[in-house]
């Protein structure tokens, strides 16, 4: 016998990274041939589902086999001097650079003669919108002192809050280029389905107290301006966000509105530049606030499908042709029904979808009944009933109490029951307008309900990202922190559908994997957390390789 040693042995597969075996050998001189020749004494399995504690154990009996003064002294020596989170920006990073984000950057600062990685700053800001957001200032902390980032040297020591603005700054120059890239690696490389669109808008808030004015000498056209506030927040200034998400829940377009933009009037815009992507035909969903007469007219014109919610009252059409078709529902789900109907607008068709959802329609009926109980209390045996008062104007400038009351000439109020009766109904029931007179109904109203995509996207940019409020005052500074947002989302939900987890769970699952900087003697270590079962399986749901065991060794 020659030797006898551990070997890593990796095995090709054809999705996801190569399979490693730990196998224990030993060489050999062949008798015949006097060629040196290897032979498998033992093999482990799989390097990531090593069985640890099998292998303590055998190590404790080994060394037990070794004289007194020759067993090591593992303690001595020993100390973990650092600890950064990990688990986190490594995850993030092997999402970023599976959409070729880092080849992306590199191309375009080829040219650029920055003293810091731009592309690195870049992913910084987007892990800690995703991880811990907060403040540029405090992300000059977190990058190196809290979490180690990938790729930079010591892990982001060296990044200071001026190279996040100058990050930004290019961020803002590129991020036109970076859209179709992003586009085209979503439908490329992870083969998504774009053919629904769906598209809504939020408003992002200011703490400030003066709006922007419309043009700036020093920064240009204003952006933070007041506007319908979709928070009730009318006194704080703000920006438009809008974005447009395929079925997966993936952003694949997004822009930056002045505050006071309307809904109704992004639709041109929006759907053209959709159009200039492929596939150059699609379905666009949009809700209630995106219909008008000239959108529809700009939509038919372009022969772009579309799928429209309506609004219910000031609308003749939905009010006296579609909230009274006749005949039963076409179940769509357990709980949800359509009827549908074909109207003849000038000289084109558009096909009405009447929907009623009865778990809907019975929380619209309690709402209306808890609103008149209160109402009643109210008016009884007050002097609101019979004479203008100032709790009369209290009452009719609450949006859901007015509606259900009537003046009368002495100034007094009473409950308008013809109003209640049109709630009731309505109540459980939308309607959807579409140019589409062949996808069956039932499809699309279960492809509209898919609406609620946006939704989570714009909660999780609220909550999870912490998109607002924005403390940024040049414009291209606060449309790159919308960019950083989306960006972040666009990962997450990557992780998300892979794992079908929330990034909730998985945020708490990954900050618990973390790399220690380790002294022994004259050597240093930087060291993996050992991974979980569990945590193992999350990387592999990912198509993602795990952290290094070993990072570093000096």
């Known amino acids: 016998m020659l030797d006898m040693y551990l070997r890593d042995v990796p095995s090709k597969r054809k999705h996801g990274p190569d399979a490693v075996y730990v196998q224990l050998v030993e060489g050999y001189r062949d008798p015949e041939t006097s060629q040196v020749k290897t032979r ?24 037990a086999y070794l004289p007194p003064e020759e067993q090591p002294d593992l303690a001595a ?43 690195r700053a870049i992913f910084t800001l987007l892990a800690q919108r995703a991880l811990a957001p907060d403040s540029k200032l405090a992300g000059a902390r977190w990058a ?23 990050a930004m700054d290019f961020l803002h120059e590129a991020m036109e280029e970076l859209r179709d890239h ?24 200011f703490e400030i107290d ?55 009037s992004t639709v041109e815009r929006v759907t053209e530049d959709l159009a200039g992507l492929r596939p150059r035909r699609f379905l666009f969903v949009g809700d209630r ?37 006749r005949g039963r529902y076409k179940a769509v789900t357990e709980e949800l029904g359509v009827k549908e109907t074909v109207i003849e607008d000038g000289d084109r068709p558009i096909r009405y979808l009447l929907c ?34 100032r709790k009369a104007c209290d009452l009719l400038s609450t949006s859901g109490y007015a509606r259900y009351l009537r003046e009368l000439e002495s100034g007094g109020l009473r409950i308008d029951r013809a109003a209640v009766r049109r709630d009731e109904r309505v109540e459980g029931k939308y309607v959807l307008m579409t140019n589409d007179l062949d996808t069956p109904a039932t499809e699309l109203v279960a492809g509209y309900r898919d609406m609620w995509r946006v939704e989570r996207a714009f909660r999780s940019m609220k909550t999870a990202l912490a998109i607002e409020p924005v403390y940024h005052r040049k414009p291209a500074r606060i449309i790159s922190h919308a960019h950083l947002c989306v960006l972040a989302y666009l990962l997450i939900r990557l992780a998300e559908n892979r794992t079908t987890e929330g990034w909730k769970l998985l945020r708490e699952q990954l900050d618990r994997i973390s790399l220690s900087r380790i002294e022994m003697g004259r050597t240093v270590v930087y060291r993996t957390k050992r991974l979980t079962r569990p945590e193992r399986n999350l990387w592999k749901s990912c198509h993602l390789a795990p952290p290094p065991e070993t990072l570093r060794i000096q």
Not at 43 to 53: A, H, I, M, T, Y
Not at 85 to 101: A, F, M, T
Not at 144 to 166: C, D, K, M, N, S
Not at 183 to 192: G, H, P, R, S, V
């Open 40 to 63: 498998i004494l033992h093999s482990f399995g799989r390097k990531e589902d090593l069985d640890l504690d099998q292998i303590r154990r055998l190590v404790d009996q080994l060394v």
């Open 77 to 119: 020596g020993f100390a973990v001097t650092d600890t950064w989170s990990w688990g986190g920006p490594h995850l993030l990073d092997g999402l970023w650079r599976e959409l070729e984000l880092d080849g992306f950057f590199a191309e375009a600062l080829a040219e650029r003669a920055f003293e810091t990685d731009v592309e």
């Open 144 to 166: 190196g002192g809290t979490a180690w980032i990938p790729g930079l040297e010591w892990g982001g020591e060296e990044l200071e809050v001026q190279h996040f603005y100058r």
């Open 182 to 205: 992003l586009y085209f690696q979503i439908t490329d490389l992870l083969n998504a389905d774009v053919s629904v669109i769906f598209y809504d808008t939020t408003s992002v808030s």
């Open 210 to 264: 003066h709006a922007d004015a419309e043009e700036d000498e020093d920064t240009g056209p204003g952006l933070r301006r007041f506007g319908h506030s979709k928070k009730k927040r009318p006194d704080l200034p703000q920006v438009i966000v809008a974005v447009a998400i395929n079925r997966d829940g993936l952003p694949v377009r997004h822009w930056v509105f002045p505050g006071n933009t309307v809904d109704v």
């Open 289 to 325: 606030g995106m219909v008008s007469e000239d959108n529809i007219d700009f939509l038919e014109s372009r022969q772009r499908k579309y799928l429209l919610g309506c609004t219910l009252r000031d609308d003749d059409v939905v009010e006296h042709d579609v909230l009274s078709l």
């Open 356 to 389: 009623r959802d009865t778990d809907r329609a019975g929380e619209d009926a309690q709402v209306r009944e808890e609103i008149l109980a209160r109402l009643e209390a109210e008016l009884e045996g007050s002097r609101t009933a019979t004479t203008h008062t």
